[in-house]
């Protein structure tokens, strides 16, 4: 990124690709070599990117919008936000860029303007991601206390706050991004393996029993919910250039990309209707602790899968922790050399830089539990942080570069560009309904009353 000139005291960030800096795609290594990923390491490394907690609440997000709205708007969602993303790679195109890094192609394709917002806004998706992980981490840890019968834990915030804390911290000095990979890895393959056998199960329910008489089929009340966790449940824009860039074929990302993201949104989908119909009104926030130690091989699946999510969340603020030591003030406040704001990778950075990168990372873990202290439900802030910071750089930044970029070379025509803004149009309402929904189910405290009620 550019040096900001003396005295500017603009936040210098860089886009928190956690795929880009957290390991080698063939070696889980940092050092990546071009030219080594074969097609199905790609399709696993999308698969890998994409899918996470965000699909535990496909069940919940799609009982509370209804099954028919899901089985319209899954995949039109899909289609334009595949539609939108294949407008960076239509820029990396012109410009010849094979590269992995975001910002530089925004720099590259005189999107200058937009950068500093983008990265905030990049690095507010990964920091939302760690509260939503510290959530999950808090509600596994009181669903194992309550089916062991732990009634001292079992439902007592204040103690799950603190022993979650307590096991979380000794990760933020942990100085080496790396090492989360492997659990990355086995997260992966786990909530793979557990959503197809939670599926089975619940179609086999309707198959036995029918559809619960409380399945919701359409309510556009919730539609905002649905876009939000959507939003944050498939969204790829910190992929796509990590990935193709270390690619055998770059030609064959395009496809591969959107074919393997439209297989998971049917996945998604899918599995959503299987639980919405299974369960009905029972879907509730994560699907996986509805289910108790009675089913012992959904129980086995969710106790590994929430360990691995449990033991790799906090990779998700070293990109984080990074960008706040490059800002220039804080390096100047911390007495760090302002001439290394830049340095990256693992292998050249000052002892005093990783000390403080320690104490930022521990201090964001201690500031994303006290936001779950706060009481926040897991769906309203999946909401929130899907339609106020997924969508954004899902919706609206690939449009601008595109528009700024072709504009200025004037090929863009003028009906293409009313197309495009029509879609950034829509994205941004979207995104306040969403907004407006979540802050309404805060303010009247929805889904935490439906919890217990269930």
Request: charged share 15%; aromatic share 12%.
């Amino acid at each position: 990124m550019s040096k900001p000139a003396e005295g500017d005291s603009v936040v210098m960030v860089d886009v928190p690709v956690v795929i880009n800096q957290t390991f080698d795609t063939e070696t889980e290594s940092p050092k990546a070599h071009k030219g080594h990923v074969t097609t199905t390491w790609a399709v696993f490394l999308i698969f890998r990117s994409l899918v996470g907690i965000g699909v535990l609440t496909m069940p919940h997000a799609i009982q509370h919008f209804g099954i028919n709205g899901a089985v319209v708007f899954f995949p039109i969602f899909a289609v334009v936000l595949l539609y939108v993303l294949d407008l960076l790679l239509q820029i990396a195109t012109d410009l010849g860029y094979t590269g992995s890094s975001i910002d530089e192609l925004i720099e590259k394709s005189g999107n200058q303007k937009y950068l500093r917002t983008f990265c905030i806004m990049n690095n507010g998706m990964m920091i939302a991601s760690s509260i939503v992980n510290c959530i999950f981490a808090v509600m596994f840890l009181n669903w194992t206390s309550c089916n062991m019968g732990i009634s001292s834990m079992c439902n007592n915030k204040w103690l799950l706050h603190l022993l979650t804390a307590l096991i979380s911290l000794p990760f933020g000095f942990i100085r080496r991004m790396g090492i989360f990979a492997l659990t990355s890895m086995i997260a992966t393959i786990v909530i793979l393996i557990t959503i197809n056998v939670m599926m089975g199960y619940q179609w086999n329910n309707v198959i036995k029993d029918g559809v619960s008489s409380t399945a919701t089929y359409f309510n556009l009340w919730h539609f905002g919910e649905f876009f939000g966790v959507a939003c944050f449940s498939i969204e790829g824009i910190g992929l796509i250039l990590p990935i193709r860039s270390v690619m055998k074929d770059q030609r064959s990302f395009k496809w591969i990309f959107h074919i393997t993201a439209m297989a998971i949104v049917l996945w998604y989908m899918i599995f959503g209707i299987s639980g919405a119909m299974s369960l009905g009104s029972k879907a509730k926030g994560i699907i996986l602790f509805i289910y108790g130690s009675q089913l012992k091989l959904i129980y086995g699946l969710a106790m590994a899968y929430s360990i691995s999510i449990f033991l790799s969340f906090p990779m998700y603020l070293f990109p984080v922790a990074q960008s706040i030591l490059t800002n220039r003030w804080v390096r100047e406040k911390l007495e760090l050399n302002v001439e290394l704001q830049n340095v990256r990778g693992e292998d050249n950075i000052p002892e005093k830089e990783e000390k403080m990168g320690v104490l930022v990372r521990v201090s964001l873990i201690l500031g994303c539990f006290l936001v779950s202290l706060s009481g926040i439900n897991i769906i309203d802030s999946i909401n929130l942080a899907g339609s106020i910071l997924n969508s954004m750089t899902a919706f609206v930044f690939p449009i601008l570069f595109y528009i700024n970029y072709f504009g200025l070379k004037g090929e863009l025509s003028a009906g293409r560009k009313k197309w495009l803004i029509s879609i950034m149009v829509v994205g941004v309402v979207l995104s306040i309904a969403s907004v407006i929904e979540g802050l309404i189910s805060i303010a009247s405290n929805r889904h935490n009353s439906q919890e217990k009620r269930t």
